[in-house]
Nanobody
Framework: QAQLVESGGGSVQAGGPLRLSCTTS????????MGWFRQAPGKEREGVSC????????YYADSVKGRFTISRDNAKHTLYLQMNSLKPEDTAMYYC??????????????????WGQGTQVTVSS
């Protein structure tokens, strides 16, 4: 599997934006269904958004729908997550990973075990 590298996180005040990126390190990103996941301290990892291999289908968790936009640039082998109107509850470590489900459930690949370092998003009120 390609090594996934997340970036773009940081600290922002509530209502502000952040743009996360996910790309490979030294390898061409295989065009596949991809998702963004996040994990807050003391909580389980949850699916945030998912995008089809072509980028024509997207899905968002109810908690972020209308605020986040997932996109991809396959030519650049990069996945993005534009986060607007951030809320303190969005504070978490964000990860990207291949997704096996891109509908009601946003799940990582069943055999995926190569999580990147993640990128931390901290939203203050």
């Amino acid at each position: 599997q390609a090594q996934l590298v997340e970036s773009g996180g940081g600290s922002v005040q509530a209502g502000g934006p952040l743009r996360l990126s996910c790309t490979t390190s030294g390898l061409t990103l295989v065009v596949t269904r991809m998702g963004w996941f996040r994990q807050a301290p003391g909580k389980e990892r949850e699916g945030v958004s998912c995008i089809s291999s072509s980028g024509t289908y997207t899905y968002y968790a109810d908690s972020v729908k209308g605020r986040f936009t997932i996109s991809r640039d396959n030519a650049k082998h990069t996945l993005y997550l534009q986060m607007n109107s951030l809320k303190p509850e969005d504070t978490a470590m964000y990860y990207c990973a291949p997704a096996t489900s891109c509908a009601a459930n946003i799940l990582p690949g069943p055999s995926f075990d190569s999580w990147g370092q993640g990128t931390q998003v901290t939203v203050s009120s």
